[in-house]
């Protein structure tokens, strides 16, 4: 699965730069994190698998909950975040709902200091 950015901004702190798919607030995440999850109806994490994602224990709000990630490559501001090498093809039934979280939102941390952005993306997928 591939988002193309087209459009806006978010910010995980108002003191940290814009970014299309994460953060890069110091203190916590390092220079450069992924936030952009995709969930099935039930906010399930399918991209990227539940398996590759992180928490920090450094806030107690978000302490051991897994939101970020990394791919290589990829920074917060790269105009696509781009799925490959999956361990199992992703099997979607017709009229199946995604959805595209957050991290943060995702799992009911640390979100009240985001900056109340918005981002627009393409999604593409190749299906068999």
Known sequence: MKL??????????????????????????????????????????????????QAYSAEAECKYKNHFYSLNGTNHTSSELVFRDLPDPLSVSRNQELQIWYGQDWVDCSEQNNDNGKTYVDVFAWYA
């Open 4 to 53: 193309v950015h087209k459009s806006g901004l978010i910010k995980c702190n108002p003191n940290d730069p814009a970014s299309y798919w994460g953060c890069r607030y110091e203190p916590f995440y390092g220079n450069n994190v992924l936030m952009t999850i995709v969930t099935n109806a039930n906010k399930e994490a399918i991209l990227p698998p539940a398996g590759d994602l």
